[in-house]
């Protein structure tokens, strides 16, 4: 079992940024690909970033390309979403996963889930 807690949500002006953390206590991240995705009010949750467990891979969703990055830190047992220029549209709530797929965007192969962090821009 792997618990995960995400923090730095909040409200931004457009165009601003957010670092979001995802860490896990009881075991090591490094044994798990992570991912994170999003549920915005009214549509299904969609995938966002994903990273290798080195972190020497990533994979974005067209929509934050260019300005979102993910990371980890292996022995902080954390992962990261630097979110940059951010828009009214990438209001959400935003969970990060645990997983055994590498770079997988797809949720039902993700087998724990933070309790998410809301993520709110303004225009």
């Known amino acids: 079992q792997v618990h995960l807690v995400e923090s730095g949500g909040g409200l931004v002006q457009a165009g601003g940024s957010l670092r979001l953390s995802c860490a896990a206590s009881?075991?090591?991240?490094?044994?798990?690909?992570m991912g994170w995705f999003r549920q915005a009010p009214g549509k299904e949750r969609e995938f966002v970033a994903a990273?290798?467990?080195?972190?020497?891979?990533?994979y974005y969703a067209d929509s934050v390309k260019g300005r979102f990055t993910i990371s980890r830190d292996n022995a902080k047992n954390t992962v990261y979403l630097q979110m940059n220029s951010l828009k009214p549209e990438d209001t959400a709530v935003y969970y990060c996963?645990?997983?055994?797929?590498?770079?997988?965007?797809?949720?039902?192969?993700?087998?724990?889930w933070g309790q998410g962090t809301q993520v709110t821009v303004s225009s």
């Open positions: 996963a645990a997983g055994f797929k590498a770079l997988s965007t797809n949720d039902f192969e993700y087998l724990y």
């Open positions: 009881e075991r090591t991240l490094s044994s798990y690909a």
């Open positions: 990273v290798s467990w080195s972190g020497g891979n990533r």
